[in-house]
């Protein structure tokens, strides 16, 4: 049961995450209680799909007993050991041994971390490390896409466009920089794919070209669906338009897989389905299903040899009392088990199933666009199809759909002024699915009656 005393606990002493303090403080928690499967129930006993598996990360679904399990043996037999000084334990070595395996191409050294924002913020410090070793310091300067999501910390955060995580922080930093997003439903080059990638290509050059040419430039960062932007997913080939300027002018190209990894948009990695191998590639999320926290760093062989030969005796400065922690990594390998042994492929059909669902809601008069690949997808809406006019953000459209969704029995992602965001867990079932999508038009067809969003 839900009892006021916790809403007041809450209220006095729990700080939450990129929230309004004095609107949470009025709004109250929403305490969640049980999960099992792609389902989750509220303290009032209200049972919701989760169509967006907590945040985007718990792919492989709620209660699965062989994680639990894991977890358990693990917490017993050996509950932590540093991989400081030597030392270690078998479940990351195992882990990280599968994930290379994984991983395209020679993406065959894993860095754990503890989450997204670190797994990121070690790709600078191995993104410099790398470019001292090789005798180019100089090269220190990095760039990213405007709409992308890198994480929180204080350098992350500076790759990450979004507004709100930038002011008052002096960020981006004077060595971070941005380049327009792909973003084809409101692009100002049109929305030809062709032409798209090519004004990307573009801008990628200009940049470098604007930061005093490539000799200046450390990496180039991408997701290969823009997630938190509001799933903005490329052109055909565009990452790979993108990866081959980088290799051209010896610019590491790093992909953000935090939440595409993990079959999310239908292989292990979408790296893999866009043909390309960066040079190192962060994954957190769908490495435990949100189980437990874990991040991790994939860096190619040539990366490893090259910090590793110039480093010699010394040692590489950078390191996490939690990296490589038992308890995940057993989480991990548990978890890698249940994507191998055909859940994957279930959400291989059921990702065909949401999207096929989706689009059928693209007549409805909100709907602007319909968009995704996989178990990953987006419904943005618009007042004007014809102008692409956005909900009115003085209406608190987000919010206002949010909670008629969670009344219809549907967790979704809000975004902005009317971007909905999906995610489910893989393990969803068609009739799961096909709930997703009939509770989404139950829900545009409320907010199409509310007269403050029209
Ligand atoms: N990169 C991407 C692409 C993300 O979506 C996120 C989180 N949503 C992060 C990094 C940061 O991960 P975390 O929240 O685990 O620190």
Redesign the pocket.
Known sequence: MLSNSLIELDRAHLVHPVASWRGHEKAGVRMLTAAKGATVTDATGHTLIDGFAG??CVNAGYGQDSVIEAATTQLRELPYATGYFGLGSEPPIRLAARLADHAPGDLNHVYFTL??????DSTVRFARYYWNARGLPQKDQFISLEQG????STV?AGLTALPVFHAGFGLPMDWQHKIPSHYSYRNPMGSDPAAITAASVAQLRAKVEELGGAERVAAFYA?PIQ??GGVLVPPPGWMAAMRAVCTELDILFVA?E??TGFGRTGPMFACAEEGIVPDML?C??GLTSGYVPM?AVFLSDRMYQTIADHAGAAAIGHGFTYSAHPVSAAVGLAVLDLYEGGLLENGRAMGARLQAGLAGLADHPLVGEVRGRGMLAAVELVTDKAAKTPLPAAALPSQRIFDRAWANGLVIRAFGNGVLGYAPPLCCTEAEIDAIVERTLLTLDQTLEDPDVR
Do not use: C
């Open positions: 945040l985007w989450g997204g924002s670190d797994a990121v999501y890198h994480g929180s992350g997701e997630g938190s953000d935090v939440i962060t957190a999320k991040g």
